[in-house]
C-alpha cells in the first residue's frame, strides 16, 4: 500500500540579471523575468514579489475550487477571478495587511447556485496558500 507524504518540497531559484531585474526558475517550468515594482524604483511591465504574491492567493484559490467542484459534481461554465492586495506600512515595515479576492462563477442552471456558493467557500477555508499567509484574506464572490 502507497502512502503519501505529508510534507512536499518546492524549489525555485532566482537570479539577478541587471538593474532591479531577475529572472526565477523552477525545473521543468519556464522562466519569468521579475523586478522591484515601479513604487519602489523599479520596472514597469515585469512581474513583482508583489504582483505573484496576490496572484498566488488567486491561482490558490481557483485550483482548490477546481478540485471541490469536481468532486461535488458541480458543473460550471466558466470562472474568473480578479485579486487586489493591500500593502501597508505597519510599524515601519511594509506588509501585506488584506487580500481581497473577486471570483465569478458562471453557472449553467442558477439551481446550483447555493452549491457553488458553498463549494467556492469550501474552497477559501482549504486553500494552502491563503492559510499560509499573515494578510486577511476576503473572499467576495459572484455566482451567476
Request: with cysteine; aromatic share 8%.
Amino acid at each position: 500500500m502507497d502512502v503519501k507524504p505529508k510534507v512536499y518540497l518546492y524549489h525555485t531559484a532566482v537570479k539577478w540579471t541587471e538593474q532591479r531585474k531577475g529572472v526565477i526558475s523552477c525545473a521543468g517550468k519556464p522562466d519569468i523575468q521579475v523586478a522591484t515594482p515601479p513604487e519602489f524604483k523599479g520596472h514597469e511591465g515585469v512581474w513583482s514579489p508583489e504582483d505573484l504574491f496576490v496572484a498566488s492567493a488567486n491561482i490558490c484559490l481557483m485550483t482548490t475550487f477546481l478540485s471541490v467542484a469536481e468532486r461535488a459534481g458541480l458543473i460550471f461554465t466558466s470562472y474568473e477571478s480578479a485579486a487586489e492586495g493591500k500593502l501597508e506600512l505597519v510599524e515601519g515595515k511594509f506588509q501585506f495587511t488584506a487580500i481581497t479576492l473577486k471570483p465569478t462563477i458562471t453557472l449553467s442552471t442558477s439551481a446550483d447556485a447555493a452549491k457553488a456558493k458553498e463549494l467556492i467557500e469550501k474552497a477559501e477555508a482549504n486553500c494552502l496558500i491563503s492559510n499560509s499567509m499573515k494578510a486577511k484574506v476576503t473572499l467576495e464572490a459572484t455566482i451567476r
